[in-house]
């Protein structure tokens, strides 16, 4: 499978361990690439970011992909590195992220706005909630782009209210579909086992994140036996609200804190 990625080499590498970052639902890897990746390249790391199959400008369908079809895309991209990379995934890639620790070692590893362990039973109500209409679109549609298929949708799942709307616009004009499948495994199908996960974890959350609550946050946290760090006034897509700098300086703290 050809997976897209992008990466950022510092000009002068501090640090011996790459980063690969993993986007979420209806991303890419172009998510990263806005601040994160020339922040951390800038601080002396390697990093990656790849588009899961179908996004982006990967190969493949959305249609039909499962979780165990986009970890496989992760191990693909893992497995290029001559050393096993620090994982940091958001939203649906952070679940990814857990579900790629059962079965593979990592110095470390971060969720923002994970996704729980547990599945998305909580995040399906709420969106019920805020618009039936558009969780009745997804089931009979069996696909999740109408979650965010307009601006202000967006926003609601994704954005702070005070995001500019030229931005806003910016970031909609870039998502992608979602796949139906992969959503029926986080709400039962296929879900993580922290039990099987040995390795450090950094878990940040978003005080008005509509998609992933700080209380899913900070249960996903506990499942890990870890106290969840939640950043306020920001929303859902923490690499991109105006205070993306204050998450990027917490993990590369933690990073540098366990000398990766």
Known sequence: MRIETI???PV???HKTPLLFVHGMWHGAWCWDEYFLPFFAEHGFHVTALSLRGHGGSAGKIRGNTIA?????VEQVAKTFDTPPVVIGHSMGGFL???Y????TAPAAVLLGSNPHFGLWPTFFRMARHSPLMVWKVLTQLRMRPVVETPEAARWALFSNDMPKKQLLKYYKKLDDESFRMFIDLLGLNLASPKKVKTPL???GAENDNAITPDQVHATARAYGLQAEIFPNMAHDMMLEKDWESVARRILAWLDGRSV
Do not use: A, G
């Not at 079809?69 to 895309?73: E, G, H, L």
């Open 97 to 99: 992220t857990q579900k």
């Open 101 to 104: 620790l059962e079965r593979n």
């Open 202 to 204: 950094l878990i940040l």
């Open 12 to 14: 002068t590498q501090t």
């Open 7 to 9: 990466t950022r080499m």
């Open 69 to 73: 079809n986009y970890v496989s895309d």
